[in-house]
């Protein structure tokens, strides 16, 4: 078992380093920060200074290797366009993004999995239907166009709603959060329902064929017979059968959901580290990319990591394998 | 908890009136320190914060600041500025002759990005406290009108937080803080997310403006921008994206203003010979003037400015537009339409059979990749193949200094507001160690137009001074040196009782902000 871990760390490690070259290989194809930095009257001399300055006229794999250096001290670098620690913004933008991510998550379970066992029991009723039909604009349409949709219905026409940002936040030691005050509850709708909307209808369409097929099993006829009532026989039996693999995608689904962050995060202009990235890329501020994909790259690994060896304490054979 | 709720009840409990002022930037300043950045976002925003010895007024006079008066030393070896007294920074501090000094070396040293400026000032001499001298190596008429933004930092203030010199790669106090002499003070800055401002109490002039507090929040969709404005959550948007203006126009609570930028878009080309070793497009297509005058000649400018920028924006003649100093009204009329004259000029040149390499940023302009293509269908109209290729700003200048392409577009805003500048960084050849043509990437090069520039430097005569700048842009336009496009628009939003004045500088003015 141990050296199955150990093995699985070392492959992680591995994968992190790997995604982290390459990650500095695109670096240099997207532009030079350079010219971001100073004004129009620079002279060359300058140019060429600033560079030297910055380590940027070293090849990528010198960069790559400094950046290493100083990230396993902690150190990440100081910010191209913001000229602060890097690791003090992604700490500072990090609520925003993971209450996001929280909200629309938690939306996107609650309502995806009643609608989802709403449209499997009344499979042929009108509402199921016209909620099927209309989950398709879920599947289909682009994050970007829900979200410009939703503020001109909400913020623009109608006025319910902020058309962007967190609205007041609270400091809780370090921690801002939006769901202490009103504004930041407001806020949050728009953003966690453009966020959430394509899980929600994929976790309902999962449940609910999930659930048709449970509900043809023959415990359930017996059930039936056995005059127990539907709402036993629905939420006791059928549903807990449904929810082992519902539970599998939601897992994958967390991850995806705070990398898909970054297009709601610029529709909205909410000031997550998405949009520190997407801003990040504009300007060329390497150590903000760096980091950012670094993190990103721990999380999904750590995930990864953490679901391989969870399935070798249920499954032995995994072991065996190893 | 308790002080949890008692944050939480203020901050519920905060009025919103309607001198409370919020408005959206596209780009968020990327530095509060003065001297760090040369851009128009960073000194646009810090001219409500800081102040320099003289400002620039509704109509871009220079006129005092900080600076009551001026006057040129003996036969223009230097100025003499006396100071405005009972000034006081926004911590308490005085304003004397010795924060002039320390600013002049803040803002003139290596890490500075505002080195440029003071290029032909050979020393800055306290004469008393409310009197300095800064000497110049030459003659310079017009070195009041280059320091409009050159802002005054305490010395002591910077000193005791350890920011005496501006750090552009580490930062350091003055890049999240500010403490000017200016109208308005940044009481908190969270970069990139929101910078509110107040009054400030102890400013020296007359408030013109009514407003109680100003957040400022950067907003880089467009369309977020745009819905912000219409939802009433910002009162202020700089740009409104030119295809929405009309739609803008018909709405009563919002209202548009619209004038030119001191921006002259233009097209420059590659003249050096034997520069083409980068393999893109054929060698030497442009060095001579004839491929240029057919590039000229196959541009139908209006009909861009018609359809692109849906009639927003005006043609220009030379490097400068009509409001800056030195204009050349002598050459004013630009080069007129002519397809079939293009089509021959460029035979004639042995253009035609050749791809022209055209290169173009695709978001440092208001619609320039959409200006690109038009430009790269006229052409070919005119018999011309150009195979355009448009990127992010970030990689346009690059690929420019590598020496990569055939033809280029260009937006110069002269930071002086005169005409010297563009000739200066435009025009003039390529010289590392003078500091000039450091913008001139197409290798343009005369001697005559060499000859001129420090003449004109140091001209002290308006007259003598404007025959010269009228013979530069003589030889620019004969030579065909840039292809003059037109002047870049600009478009403001903003709720219909906002009272402001534009500029053509774009900074945007708070102290001129009314609300009703």
Not at chain 2, 10 to 25: I, R
Not at chain 2, 158 to 170: F, I, V
Request: net charge negative; proline share 5%; hydrophobic share 45%.
């Amino acid at each position: 078992m141990l050296s199955f871990i150990v093995k699985r760390v070392g492959q992680s490690i591995l994968v992190l380093l790997i995604t982290g070259l390459v990650a500095f290989s695109m670096f240099t194809f997207v532009g030079d920060p350079i010219d971001n930095m100073l004004g129009q009257e620079r002279t060359i001399e300058d140019v060429e200074r600033l560079r030297q300055q910055l380590g940027l006229d070293k090849p990528f794999v010198v960069q790559y290797y400094r950046f290493l250096e100083q990230a396993v001290q902690g150190n990440f670098g100081v910010s191209y366009r913001q000229g602060r620690p890097v690791a003090e913004i992604l700490l500072e933008r990090a609520p925003a993004t993971l209450e996001l991510a929280a909200v629309s998550g938690i939306f996107a379970i609650l309502l995806g999995i009643a609608l989802g066992v709403f449209t499997a029991i009344r499979r042929n009723g009108i509402a199921a239907n016209l909620i099927m039909s209309a989950s398709l604009i879920g599947v289909s349409l682009p994050t970007f166009l829900i979200g410009i949709l939703l503020i001109y219905l909400f913020s623009v026409e109608l006025g319910w709603l902020p058309s962007f940002g967190r609205g007041d936040t609270v400091d809780l030691g370090g921690w801002t959060t939006g769901f202490l005050t009103a504004s930041g509850l407001k806020a949050l709708i728009l953003p966690s329902i453009t966020l959430g909307l394509y899980q929600m209808t994929l976790i309902m369409r999962l449940v609910r064929s999930e659930m048709l097929e449970v509900l043809r099993q023959d415990y359930i006829r017996f059930a039936k017979a056995r005059g127990l009532s539907d709402r036993v026989v629905n939420f006791r039996h059928a549903l807990k059968n449904t929810m082992v693999p519902v539970i599998t995608v939601i897992g994958l689904q967390l991850g995806s959901i705070i990398a898909f962050a970054i297009i709601t995060e610029t529709v909205f202009q909410w000031p997550g580290v998405g949009l520190l990235f997407i801003n990040a890329i504009q300007f060329v501020d390497i150590p903000v990319m760096a980091a950012y994909l670094m993190l990103i790259s721990v999380m999904f690994v750590g995930i990864n990591l953490l679901v391989d060896i969870l399935y070798a304490f249920i499954d032995p054979r995994l072991r065996v394998a190893a | 908890m308790r002080r949890l709720s008692t944050a939480l009840a203020l901050v519920l409990a905060l009025p919103a009136t309607a001198e409370e002022f919020n408005f959206a930037v596209t780009t968020d300043p990327q530095t509060m320190d003065p001297h760090a950045v040369n851009s128009t976002p960073v000194l646009g925003f810090l001219n409500n914060v800081y102040e320099g010895l003289v400002r620039r007024g509704k109509d871009m006079s220079i006129e005092p600041a900080l600076a009551v008066s001026w006057e040129p030393i003996g036969e223009g070896e230097g100025w003499r500025f006396k100071l405005r007294e009972g000034v006081t920074f926004q911590d308490g501090a005085e304003f004397t002759a010795d924060d002039v000094i320390f600013s002049y070396e803040r803002a003139s040293s290596e890490q500075a990005d505002t080195s440029s400026w003071f290029a032909p000032v050979s020393e800055v001499v306290k004469v008393d406290d409310y009197t300095v001298d800064i000497m110049t190596t030459a003659p310079n008429p017009i070195f009041p009108d280059s320091i409009a933004n050159w802002m005054m930092m305490d010395s002591g203030w910077a000193e005791a937080n350890g920011a005496a010199r501006p750090d552009k790669e580490q930062g350091n106090y003055a890049t999240l803080n500010a403490n000017g002499t200016g109208p308005f003070q940044v009481v908190s800055r969270q970069p990139d997310l929101e910078t509110v401002l107040e009054p400030h109490e102890g400013w020296w002039g007359e408030v013109e403006h009514n407003l109680t507090r100003v957040t400022m929040t950067p907003i880089q969709n467009p369309a977020t921008a745009l819905a912000a404005l219409l939802s009433g959550d910002v009162d202020f948007i700089n740009p409104v994206p030119i295809q929405d203006v009309a739609r803008l126009e018909g709405n009563p609570e919002v209202r548009v203003i619209q004038g030119i930028e001191a921006r002259v878009i233009m097209l420059g080309f590659d003249q050096q010979e034997g520069a083409a070793e980068s393999g893109q497009g054929g060698a030497d297509m442009f060095v001579d003037p004839r491929a240029r005058e057919a590039v000229a000649k196959a541009i139908n400018v209006p009909a861009i400015l018609q359809t692109i920028m849906r009639g927003n924006a005006e043609v220009a003649s030379q490097m400068v537009s009509p409001a800056m100093r030195g204009y050349s009204e002598a050459h004013a009329a630009p080069y007129a339409y002519d397809a079939e004259a293009a089509r021959s000029l460029a035979e004639e040149a042995g253009l035609t059979g050749q791809t022209i390499a055209f290169k173009c940023p695709n978001d440092r302009y208001l619609n320039d990749e959409a200006v690109c293509q038009a430009i790269t269908s006229m052409l070919a109209q005119a018999g011309m193949e150009v195979s355009l290729d448009a990127m992010p700003v970030s990689n346009y200048w690059p690929e420019l200094r590598a020496d990569n392409f055939d033809m280029y577009l260009l937006g110069w805003s002269p930071g002086t507001f005169d005409a010297e500048h563009p000739i200066r960084f435009l025009a003039a050849t390529q010289d590392d160690e003078a500091k000039l043509g450091s913008w001139n990437f197409g290798g343009y090069s005369n001697a005559r137009v060499d000859e001129l520039l420090p003449m004109i430097q140091s001209e002290i005569d308006d007259t003598a001074r404007q025959a010269m700048l009228d013979e530069t842009a003589k030889i620019l336009q004969d030579e065909v040196a840039y292809v003059p496009l037109y002047v870049q628009p600009l478009v403001w939003g903003a709720r219909s009782g906002v009272e402001l004045t534009q500029r053509p500088d774009d900074f945007f003015i708070l102290r001129w902000v009314t609300v009703n």
